[in-house]
Structures are given as structure tokens and as C-alpha cells.
């Protein structure tokens, strides 16, 4: 009975990373925009713009683009406190979402390759699952 | 010239768009009150109820109960399962009615239990023991479970009848659930104090329905307050962009949504083109533009100059407390209170009359007159 659970675990394993891999960076974008719409909209708003000195603007955001691993961080064990966008000072609350680290990767993709922004990098879930939380305290 | 002309359309483009619901929000010309910290270090403040003058219980939606004793709060422990995602979390907090007699309370969260993986609103009832909760049990949860982050509700309040009211918001999915009775999302509920469900429920002999809804059509329901003197219920609601409402809610009523609103898509395309049907509620107020309204109380107390039986509402957007002044069945006048001081999330008049806040980033505020 063990045999079987470790060889289906096995099989579950090699799947799954079989299938992260072949997760296309648009099919990465297209997902994305999805968990954009649900978790993320309310306040960076549609055109990525945000609210200008509540609400930091993911697009032409110096702090998205420049510094992609602070961003995943934020987005996968929230974020509090003072933070300079734009030259702008940002002081408020992004609560924890939820979201797994395969949800984190495909949101990233597309806030990195909306509204104009362009980026040449492609975060995976693996790369998500080695961001220490320690970034964001 | 064509720029300006250009600039000119723009700007009446954007004024005809975002026109005003009247009366228009004021800043009071005299201000004579200010702000104190009560509670410190929460960072969203969702919900609160009072023990006494100067003990309450505070929700943070990361899934923290504090009991606060004069300032100094400690972490309740025993609370069920919360399921953490986009706007769920833990959710409001409630005394029972006759709480000094039998130290029970009521809790909303959001919970992943049942089949489908995800999570729904849920209402729990628990006995208060010191610094810890005992007896937890699960009065209502909705189904099905979704992985949607959006619209869990979830506001409790009390009638004088022995009953308990509970929203729960359209989950996202506002194709299926507010407009369906036989569906769970987007209805305010009621139930007997025990969680048992009451005979006289609207929908209670109809074979298909949920029967403990009392009223259905809602968006996201996210203020309940009993009025004080006239026993019915209101509710506070976000609409989309443009549309928020309050509405007096009557058993069995439709509120209306999606297929009637004063809002649009936060994509700028419309939902419908109606803002009213004869089977449906018209609300009592709405809101264009959006204020992201969140709590909601009566001042009742003679505590503050001029505000006895306004309505109080917090902006989670605009970052304020807005105070408004009903006269007739009308709203005659809204004031900013406290303008940037945060996401209100919260309001409630405690037992000494003031009115206590609960701002996102800081915690519990007490607004005192000058």
C-alpha cells in the first residue's frame, strides 16, 4: 500500500513540473490577467495606474520593474509600511491574498508585460517558492 | 486650438461620466472634533463589538480575535479554521443580545470547509471564556466553496425579536448567485439565535430555496445596522464602479443586482442599461462616484454637537468617515469626517455614545469633540 502511495506521489510529482514547464510565458500572461481581475484590480485599477498617492501604480513602476524578487515577496506575504514609487511615498496595507505560488508567477507575468510595461524576464513558481519572507520585514 | 478643444471634450467627458449623486459631499466648515488611538498595531481592523466601557473585541482579517482590555489587547484563542483569500479572511464579530447572561458570541469568516476547494462566508456562534472561545460551532455556511477572492460579506446585527441577521457578498459570481434563491451569495440572512431557521423566513416553505435568506440581490453587502428607533434593517453595499447603495431592507425583497445599478465595470463598459424594475428595490441612497462604503452606525448619544441620529458609513476609498444627515426618507446633506485618515473599514457607537473607527494601518480610533 505505501509502494503504491510513494509511485502515485511520484507520478503526481513528475507531472506537475512537467506541466510548470510547459506553462508558455503567454499562457503564464493570460492567467495572470485572470487573478488580475480578481485579487488585484479594485485597487491598481484597470489601467495598472493605481491611485496616485494611495494606491502605487504597477504601470512604468520603477519599484515593479527594477526590483522583480521585493515585488513577488509583497504579492506572496503582503505588504506594510512606507514605500517610494515614482518618486511618490506610499504608506498603507496590501494584505496577503492567498494566492499560490504558481497564482503569484502568472500575476507577476502579466503586471511585468502590461500597459507598456516590458520586461525580458519569467518568473516560475519554483522561483516564487524561494522568496524568503524576510524581503518584506 | 485643437489641443484645448480636445482638453475641453476630455474634461466634459470626465465630469458627465462621474456626476455627482446629489447631495454632494461638504468639508465641515467648523471642525470640532478630533482623534484618538485606542487600539494600536491592526493592520485591517475588519470588525468589533463591545464587552463593556472599556473592554471590546477586535478582528484583524488575517484571522486574529483581540479581546482589548483598557487598550492592552491579547489574542483569543480556540478560533475555527479561517481560510485566507483576496478579500476573505476573518471576518465580523458580534455579542449575542443577552451576552452578560451567557458570554456568547458570533463570528463571520471566511471558511474552506465542505467539498469544492475554495471557501464561503460562514457564521459561527462560540462562548467566551477569558482570553479563549469554547463550544465553536457552525451555524451557517454558504456553498459552494469557490477560489474567487471577491465579496464575502460580511456583516452581523441583531433585531429586538430574538433574531440574528449575516450578509454574504455575490462571490464573484454575479451571473449565478444574488438573482437565484436556490443559491447561496449576494442575500442577506436571518436566523434564530440558536442558528435554527425562522418559520416566518420569507422563503421558508418554498421547497428549493435557501430558507434562511431574508433578502436577496445584493452585491457585497459590508455595513448592517439596526435603526434605533424604527427596528428595520439597513444595509450598505459596494456596487461596481458608480453604485453603491444603502438599502432598508424588507423580507423577501429583491435589491436588484446585477440586473439593476447605478454602476458600470470597473472597466469602464456597462453592466445594464437599468437602474430600476417594478419587482425590484430602488435603494434608499446611492453612491456616484463610489465611496467603498464599510460599516455603518447611528449616532445616537448627545455626545457630539449637531450629529444625534446621523448615519455613519466609512469610505474605504476616499479614506474618510462620511457623516449623513437624513431628514424625511431623504439623504439632505453628507460631510467628510476625518478626511485622509485612512481606509475606514469600520464604525460602530460604543456603550459610552462616542464613535469608534476602525482605519486600516492604524486600528481603533475614538473620535472625540473638541
Same mark, same amino acid.
Not at chain 2, 157 to 167: C, E, P, Q, R, V
Not at chain 2, 260 to 278: A, E, F, Q, R, V
Given at each position: 500500500?505505501?509502494?503504491?502511495?510513494?509511485?502515485?506521489?511520484?507520478?503526481?510529482?513528475?507531472?506537475?513540473?512537467?506541466?510548470?514547464?510547459?506553462? +508558455?510565458?503567454?499562457?503564464?500572461?493570460?492567467?495572470?490577467?485572470?487573478?488580475?481581475?480578481?485579487?488585484?484590480?479594485?485597487?491598481?485599477?484597470? +489601467?495598472?495606474?493605481?491611485?496616485?498617492?494611495?494606491?502605487?501604480?504597477?504601470?512604468?513602476?520603477?519599484?515593479?520593474?527594477?526590483?522583480?524578487?521585493?515585488?513577488?515577496?509583497?504579492?506572496?506575504?503582503?505588504?506594510?509600511?512606507?514605500?517610494?514609487?515614482?518618486?511618490?511615498?506610499?504608506?498603507?496595507?496590501?494584505?496577503?491574498?492567498?494566492?499560490?505560488?504558481?497564482?503569484?508567477?502568472?500575476?507577476?507575468?502579466?503586471?511585468?508585460?502590461?500597459?507598456?510595461?516590458? +520586461? +525580458?524576464?519569467?518568473?516560475?513558481?519554483?522561483?516564487?517558492?524561494?522568496?524568503?519572507?524576510?524581503?518584506?520585514? | 486650438?485643437?489641443?484645448?478643444?480636445?482638453?475641453?471634450?476630455?474634461?466634459?467627458?470626465?465630469?458627465?461620466?462621474?456626476?455627482?449623486?446629489?447631495?454632494?459631499?461638504?468639508?465641515?466648515?467648523?471642525?470640532?472634533?478630533?482623534?484618538?488611538?485606542?487600539?494600536?498595531?491592526?493592520?485591517?481592523?475588519?470588525?468589533?463589538?463591545?464587552?463593556?466601557?472599556?473592554?471590546?473585541?477586535?478582528?484583524?482579517?488575517?484571522?486574529?480575535?483581540?479581546?482589548?482590555?483598557?487598550?492592552?489587547?491579547?489574542?483569543?484563542?480556540?478560533?475555527?479554521?479561517?481560510?485566507?483569500?483576496?478579500?476573505?479572511?476573518?471576518?465580523?464579530?458580534?455579542?449575542?443580545?443577552?451576552?452578560?447572561?451567557?458570554?456568547?458570541?458570533?463570528?463571520?469568516?471566511?471558511?474552506?470547509?465542505?467539498?469544492?476547494?475554495?471557501?464561503?462566508?460562514?457564521?459561527?456562534?462560540?462562548?467566551?471564556?477569558?482570553?479563549?472561545?469554547?463550544?465553536?460551532?457552525?451555524?451557517?455556511?454558504?456553498?459552494?466553496?469557490?477560489?474567487?477572492?471577491?465579496?464575502?460579506?460580511?456583516?452581523?446585527?441583531?433585531?429586538?425579536?430574538?433574531?440574528?441577521?449575516?450578509?454574504?457578498?455575490?462571490?464573484?459570481?454575479?451571473?449565478?448567485?444574488?438573482?437565484?434563491?436556490?443559491?447561496?451569495?449576494?442575500?442577506?440572512?436571518?436566523?434564530?439565535?440558536?442558528?435554527?431557521?425562522?418559520?416566518?423566513?420569507?422563503?421558508?416553505?418554498?421547497?428549493?430555496?435557501?430558507?434562511?435568506?431574508?433578502?436577496?440581490?445584493?452585491?457585497?453587502?459590508?455595513?448592517?445596522?439596526?435603526?434605533?428607533?424604527?427596528?428595520?434593517?439597513?444595509?450598505?453595499?459596494?456596487?461596481?464602479?458608480?453604485?453603491?447603495?444603502?438599502?432598508?431592507?424588507?423580507?423577501?425583497?429583491?435589491?436588484?443586482?446585477?440586473?439593476?445599478?447605478?454602476?458600470?465595470?470597473?472597466?469602464?463598459?456597462?453592466?445594464?442599461?437599468?437602474?430600476?424594475?417594478?419587482?425590484?428595490?430602488?435603494?434608499?441612497?446611492?453612491?456616484?462616484?463610489?465611496?467603498?462604503?464599510?460599516?455603518?452606525?447611528?449616532?445616537?448619544?448627545?455626545?457630539?454637537?449637531?450629529?444625534?441620529?446621523?448615519?455613519?458609513?466609512?469610505?474605504?476609498?476616499?479614506?474618510?468617515?462620511?457623516?449623513?444627515?437624513?431628514?424625511?426618507?431623504?439623504?439632505?446633506?453628507?460631510?467628510?469626517?476625518?478626511?485622509?485618515?485612512?481606509?475606514?473599514?469600520?464604525?460602530?457607537?460604543?456603550?459610552?455614545?462616542?464613535?469608534?473607527?476602525?482605519?486600516?494601518?492604524?486600528?481603533?480610533?475614538?473620535?472625540?469633540?473638541?
Amino acid at each position: 500500500m505505501k509502494i503504491i502511495v510513494l509511485i502515485y506521489l511520484l507520478i503526481l510529482g513528475i507531472f506537475s513540473s512537467f506541466l510548470f514547464q510547459n506553462k +508558455t510565458k503567454k499562457e503564464s500572461i493570460n492567467a495572470g490577467s485572470e487573478i488580475y481581475q480578481d485579487f488585484c484590480l479594485q485597487c491598481h485599477l484597470s +489601467t495598472g495606474t493605481g491611485v496616485f498617492g494611495v494606491f502605487p501604480p504597477l504601470k512604468a513602476s520603477d519599484y515593479l520593474l527594477e526590483n522583480t524578487n521585493l515585488s513577488i515577496a509583497g504579492i506572496k506575504y503582503g505588504l506594510k509600511g512606507k514605500i517610494i514609487v515614482n518618486n511618490e511615498e506610499y504608506n498603507g496595507v496590501m494584505i496577503r491574498q492567498g494566492l499560490d505560488n504558481e497564482e503569484v508567477a502568472d500575476v507577476m507575468n502579466y503586471i511585468l508585460n502590461e500597459w507598456g510595461n516590458e +520586461t +525580458t524576464v519569467f518568473i516560475t513558481p519554483n522561483q516564487v517558492s524561494k522568496i524568503p519572507k524576510s524581503l518584506v520585514e | 486650438m485643437n489641443y484645448f478643444l480636445n482638453f475641453t471634450c476630455c474634461i466634459f467627458f470626465i465630469t458627465s461620466c462621474a456626476q455627482e449623486n446629489f447631495p454632494a459631499i461638504e468639508t465641515p466648515s467648523v471642525i470640532n472634533y478630533s482623534f484618538e488611538l485606542v487600539v494600536d498595531g491592526i493592520d485591517i481592523p475588519w470588525g468589533m463589538d463591545f464587552i463593556n466601557e472599556s473592554e471590546l473585541l477586535v478582528t484583524e482579517l488575517s484571522g486574529i480575535l483581540y479581546r482589548v482590555s483598557k487598550g492592552i489587547k491579547k489574542e483569543v484563542s480556540g478560533l475555527p479554521e479561517v481560510y485566507l483569500r483576496g478579500q476573505g479572511g476573518l471576518l465580523d464579530v458580534a455579542l449575542h443580545p443577552e451576552f452578560k447572561n451567557n458570554n456568547l458570541i458570533y463570528l463571520t469568516l471566511a471558511s474552506s470547509l465542505g467539498d469544492n476547494p475554495g471557501g464561503n462566508t460562514s457564521l459561527y456562534q462560540a462562548t467566551l471564556v477569558g482570553n479563549s472561545l469554547e463550544k465553536v460551532s457552525l451555524l451557517y455556511k454558504a456553498s459552494p466553496n469557490t477560489k474567487k477572492g471577491q465579496h464575502f460579506g460580511s456583516r452581523i446585527a441583531f433585531d429586538t425579536k430574538g433574531h440574528i441577521y449575516f450578509s454574504v457578498g455575490d462571490r464573484g459570481n454575479r451571473d449565478q448567485n444574488p438573482q437565484d434563491i436556490s443559491r447561496d451569495g449576494g442575500k442577506v440572512y436571518r436566523l434564530n439565535l440558536d442558528g435554527t431557521i425562522p418559520e416566518d423566513n420569507p422563503f421558508f416553505s418554498s421547497p428549493k430555496a435557501k430558507q434562511a435568506i431574508f433578502s436577496y440581490g445584493h452585491r457585497n453587502p459590508q455595513g448592517i445596522i439596526v435603526h434605533p428607533s424604527t427596528g428595520s434593517i439597513w444595509v450598505n453595499e459596494h456596487g461596481p464602479q458608480g453604485g453603491d447603495e444603502i438599502n432598508k431592507l424588507e423580507s423577501g425583497k429583491n435589491y436588484g443586482w446585477p440586473l439593476i445599478t447605478y454602476g458600470i465595470n470597473y472597466s469602464g463598459t456597462p453592466i445594464t442599461d437599468k437602474t430600476s424594475n417594478p419587482k425590484m428595490e430602488q435603494p434608499f441612497y446611492y453612491w456616484v462616484p463610489s465611496i467603498a462604503p464599510s460599516g455603518m452606525a447611528f449616532s445616537t448619544s448627545d455626545v457630539y454637537k449637531g450629529w444625534k441620529n446621523n448615519l455613519f458609513v466609512g469610505s474605504l476609498k476616499f479614506e474618510y468617515l462620511e457623516r449623513l444627515v437624513i431628514e424625511g426618507n431623504k439623504v439632505v446633506k453628507r460631510e467628510k469626517i476625518l478626511d485622509k485618515i485612512g481606509r475606514v473599514r469600520n464604525v460602530k457607537q460604543g456603550p459610552d455614545g462616542y464613535l469608534y473607527l476602525g482605519v486600516e494601518g492604524r486600528g481603533i480610533i475614538k473620535i472625540m469633540p473638541l
